[in-house]
């Protein structure tokens, strides 16, 4: 523990700030690309038929985040949200018809899939699907029956070097289906992101700090949200882990600590 | 938790190794640039051998040239002129051949569409027209040679050159033209200002001051016919220029100097000095008194 303008600052605390959360829509960091996203989406929910969504970006860059917002967002849709794809196209179905507070009735595929589209061609409701990479075969062949049916708006949130291949697959090129892109902070919003989080644990104080160091830490995660959290995190935890030690070297937060932090995290190669 | 030398250690050789990134490619830059400078000076240096080489080889074809040249006035035919005046001044040429045999130069006149041209020698041997020439230089006569080359008839091609000299100018225009084209000229451009003129063509001259009238153009006119020792003519656009520009010198000068050529003395000088009330001139000041010296 150390002192900084008068108050003491504990670097345990402080990297437990940028640590992966649970739950993370309560702080949720809406940046320009965020409130575009959003307003495009919901527009496309309003004025559009049902149709497909690809939701695609890199890794860390908060599609499921932005995924769990839109969720608690979209008042006037029902929203079904699957984190993780791991299913048969049976088990999907019929989760979909028990969501729906309704008896599963019938046994085979067809008979499902018939079932849950007269369900819900009455609703508007999103069924949202994230790592959609990850996908089975037969999963994505139910999920374009069920899109043509025009009982669901599918959101399919994916990684961007990996939706291609699905993308032109010619049952969904030929399909009418919109493509949305989540891009990497600016270097404004990496910094507004890191402030807003200090501000919300009131360590505010501890920016100059940071912002001395931050041309450094935004270039080695690249505005990445996942890396930048990751990065501070480990640099902070650096740091404790120096002053209980008694190692005085790397005591502070310096460029030097930085790079070891992401030596740490491998987002240096050596 | 943490390794900290090892972290540390990985820190530096990331580090190094950037380091030594950064020095190959300064390496590379500096040896590229080496390469280029050294390539550039190796260039500059090997330039002046280059340019004896060429200095050779100009010599070499100039010395060609001059040879050729020899061999060829051999093979010529010379034909001296030098003076050229309409039928009318056939008194005026007839004298100037008196006082040209004085000189010893034999001359003839030869008669052609309407003009009267003085010929002071036509030969084949180049020694004779170099002879002529020394002659005519010596006794500040101005005079136009016509050279043709002697071709058999059967070649229908026939190089003729005309130059013209002046004790400060010497002009060579040469040209090929078939012998059609030359009985042509023969007959349409007989006058001997017709074929003496230089690379300046009054005609052309002429039809361009009608497109455009300008005291430059006027006076280049009046100057050719001048050189030609068309002094009546010279004297008619001389005037022209004045017209066009009564301030400028040269129309003046030229205007009184084609009339004491002609014999009028008298209204040149008077001229002048008209000129004199309202321009100074050094240049007509100089005149005046070498034409009032001649007269006493």
């Known amino acids: 523990m150390i002192e900084s303008n008068g108050e003491q600052m504990d670097y345990q605390v402080l990297a437990q700030i940028f640590e992966e959360e649970k739950n993370p829509v309560e702080h949720f960091y809406k940046n320009h690309n965020v409130v575009q996203m959003e307003s495009k989406m919901l527009q496309i929910l309003q004025n559009s038929h049902k149709q497909l969504l690809f939701l695609i970006g890199e890794a860390g860059v908060g599609k499921s985040v932005f995924l769990n917002y839109f969720a608690t967002l979209s008042s006037h849709v029902d929203t079904i949200k699957f984190d993780v794809p791991f299913f048969e196209p049976v088990d999907f179905v019929k989760t979909l018809i028990i969501k729906s507070d309704t008896v599963v009735q019938g046994h085979s595929l067809v008979e499902l899939i018939e079932q849950v589209s007269e369900i819900y061609s009455k609703k508007d409701t999103v069924v949202i699907i994230d790592e959609a990479q990850l996908l089975s075969h037969s999963m994505i062949e139910t999920i374009r029956i069920l899109a043509d049916s025009k009982a669901f708006w599918f959101v399919l949130a994916m990684h961007k070097h990996e939706s291609q291949k699905l993308l032109n697959e010619p049952q969904f090129v030929s399909r009418p289906h919109k493509v949305l892109e989540m891009e990497q902070l600016s270097f404004d919003e990496a910094k507004g992101f890191v402030q807003s989080n200090l501000k919300r644990s009131d360590y505010e104080y501890i920016w100059p700090l940071i912002e001395k160091n931050f041309k450094i830490l935004y270039k080695l995660s690249g505005g990445n949200f996942r890396d930048l959290k990751k990065l501070l995190h480990t640099t902070f935890l650096l740091v404790n882990f120096a002053l209980q030690s008694g190692v005085k070297k790397f005591s502070s937060i310096d460029r030097r600590v930085i790079m070891m932090a992401a030596i740490e995290n491998g987002l240096i190669h050596v | ?296």
């Open chain 2, 1 to 296: 938790m943490f390794d900290l030398d090892t972290l540390y250690k990985k820190y530096l050789f990331y580090r190094f190794k950037k380091l030594l990134v950064v020095l190959i490619l300064v390496c590379i830059s500096v040896g590229v640039l080496y390469l280029f400078f050294s390539f550039q000076e190796d260039t500059k240096n090997s330039a002046p051998i280059q340019k004896e080489k060429v200095k050779n080889l100009k010599s070499r074809k100039k010395s060609q040239k001059e040879q050729e040249q020899v061999r060829s006035k051999e093979a010529k035919h010379y034909k001296i002129f030098t003076l050229s005046v309409k039928e009318k001044s056939r008194a005026y040429i007839e004298k100037m051949k008196q006082k040209y045999l004085k000189f010893g130069l034999q001359c003839q006149i030869e008669d052609q569409n309407n003009y009267l041209n003085l010929v002071c020698g036509e030969t084949n041997s180049y020694k004779e027209y170099q002879k002529i020439k020394t002659l005519l230089k010596k006794n500040h006569i101005k005079y136009y040679v016509v050279i043709k080359k002697e071709i058999p008839i059967s070649d229908k091609k026939e190089v003729q050159e005309s130059t013209l000299q002046t004790p400060k100018r010497a002009k060579k225009v040469e040209s090929l033209i078939n012998k059609d084209s030359v009985q042509k000229k023969e007959t349409n451009r007989t006058t001997l200002a017709n074929i003496r003129h230089s690379d300046v063509d009054v005609e052309l001259l002429e039809k361009k001051y009608s497109e455009h009238k300008s005291y430059e153009i006027a006076i280049r006119i009046a100057k050719e016919y001048y050189a030609q020792q068309r002094y009546e003519k010279s004297l008619l656009w001389a005037k022209e220029a004045n017209h066009l520009n009564r301030k400028k010198e040269q129309s003046w000068i030229l205007y009184a100097r084609s009339l004491y050529v002609l014999g009028e003395k008298e209204k040149a000088i008077k001229i002048l000095k008209l000129y004199k009330h309202f321009a100074s001139s050094k240049k007509v000041e100089r005149i005046l008194q070498r034409w009032q010296s001649n007269d006493k």
